[in-house]
């Protein structure tokens, strides 16, 4: 690929024809290193801020940030296809700094909030452990060796990559910087209150929480249209990338049972999707 070796398909083709063989392989360390780095520092930064600066704010921020900074760990770990058959340890790595990042102070925040930690919220960080690493290894492993079979595993990483990136990661920043911006436009409240609670106006009070409401619906929105296209990608991967379906049959639904119930869920997914950006508008409207 043009990503591990530096050399278009004619280049490589050139090079085979002439009998020679192709460079080895670079472990492109500045690319993975950019893909942990915008993909846990900023989420991480607004996670740990919100639990020390007690500004509910950063945490919503945050939460916004989640769905881009899970896609560039997915980059990450299949960027790398052509080097080694099993995720390295930068995979692991920049999963465990991912967790530290998002994950780990959320424990900090739920407890100064209610006391405890959420049920939902402990099996989530365990997920994010070794079945997220399971799963995606299983998922690598089987691309990997698809594309290996059709001799077609550098133009895939290739144009995975720039699709996850172009088609994907640029309207995932845009919806994101619009939801961090919203939050940043509210004045600050303290974890486990509630907006405007410091305020002894009511007017003013009932119109804090009214902002509130809005930038909730705002970044709520952007966020299930950043999910979907998360979803997109994994779904890319999983059912493309691998062989298993194509998009012609995926759409005809003439594919197994769980494949339909796949298509069918990112339908739904996608309907939802747009109605939360519906009524996003209304609530910038009503404002």
Avoid at 7 to 30: I, K, R, T, W
Avoid at 149 to 162: E, K, M, P, S
Avoid at 164 to 185: D, R
Wanted: overall charge negative.
């Amino acid at each position: 690929s043009w990503l591990a070796h530096g050399l278009s398909n004619q280049e490589l083709a050139a090079l085979a024809a002439a009998g020679q063989a192709p460079p080895p392989p670079s472990q492109m360390y500045v690319l993975r290193g950019l893909l942990m780095l915008v993909g846990t520092v900023p989420i991480g930064f607004a996670m740990w801020r919100c639990v020390a600066a007690d500004d509910v704010r950063f945490y919503w921020a945050s939460a916004a940030m989640d769905p881009l900074s899970q896609l560039l760990l997915v980059c990450h770990c299949f960027v790398t296809m052509e080097l080694t058959p099993d995720l390295g340890r930068l995979e692991v790595l920049h999963l465990v700094l991912y967790w530290l990042a998002s994950i780990a102070p959320g424990f900090a925040y739920h407890y100064r909030a209610t006391g405890g930690v959420p049920p939902f919220s402990v099996a989530y960080a365990l997920y994010h452990t070794y079945p997220v690493y399971a799963i995606g290894n299983r998922i690598r492993k089987a691309v990997r060796a698809h594309q290996l079979r059709g001799g077609t595993l550098g133009a895939y990483v290739d144009d995975f990559f720039a699709g996850a990136i172009i088609v994907f990661g640029i309207p995932m920043l845009y919806l994101t910087m619009g939801s961090v911006a919203v939050y940043f436009q509210l004045e600050p409240w303290a974890i486990g209150s509630e907006p405007g609670a410091d305020l002894d106006d009511e007017d003013e009070a009932e119109a804090a929480m009214a902002a509130s409401d809005v930038a909730y619906s705002i970044a709520a929105a952007d966020w299930t249209m950043n999910f979907l296209l998360l979803e997109l990608v994994l779904a890319q991967l999983a059912l493309f990338g691998t062989g298993l379906s194509d998009v012609r049959a995926l759409m005809s639904f003439r594919v197994p049972g769980y494949q339909r119930v796949a298509g069918t869920g990112l339908i739904v997914m996608g309907l939802i999707a747009l109605y939360c950006q519906a009524s996003k508008g209304e609530g910038m409207g009503s404002e």
